[in-house]
């Protein structure tokens, strides 16, 4: 019977939002908030009703400036994800993987892979321990600060 060669996703690290969501989803989710709903409902009664004391241009300015004000705090926030993740995705680790011993960027980590960590170094996956040449008896510390689920 042939063995099958598992192929499995790279270990890339992708938290950043995409250009689309930002745009779209993103708008619409400002209008959960009571204050950008009201004055959208504000807004639209001024532009289609001719009672209103206030134009709807007056009515739509501060909703715009809002919104667009949230928008941008929210793209330079992605795009510091973005350069987070890059620059997590390209450490190098030493491995082996089906017997051989090499060097690969941390995106490219597959399941089966044997890490060799040094002190201090973050472990770039879910992972488990399996031996460590630290102190007598061999004790290994393990800090959980960065785990996202």
């Known amino acids: 019977m042939q063995e099958k060669e598992l192929s499995f996703r790279t270990h890339s690290i992708i938290l950043h939002h995409f250009f689309i969501y930002l ?17 959208l409902v504000a807004a639209l ?4 009703t001719r009672n209103s004391s206030i134009s709807w241009q007056t009515q739509v300015l501060p909703l715009v400036f809002v919104i667009c004000a949230a928008a941008i705090k929210e793209a330079i926030e992605d795009y510091g994800r973005y350069k987070a993740d890059k620059e997590a995705n390209n450490i190098q680790y030493d491995i082996t993987r089906a017997g051989e011993s090499m060097t690969l960027l941390s995106m490219h ?8 960590l040094k002190k201090g ?5 879910d992972a488990i321990a399996l031996s460590t040449s ?9 800090e959980t600060a960065e785990l996202d689920g």
């Open 23 to 39: 745009l779209v989803f993103s708008c619409l989710k400002k209008f959960r908030r009571f204050y950008n709903f009201y004055f």
């Open 109 to 116: 980590i597959a399941p089966g892979d044997i890490l060799y």
């Open 134 to 142: 630290f102190g007598e008896e061999g004790t290994c510390y393990i």
């Open 121 to 125: 170094q973050k472990l770039p996956v």
């Open 45 to 48: 009664l001024a532009a289609f």
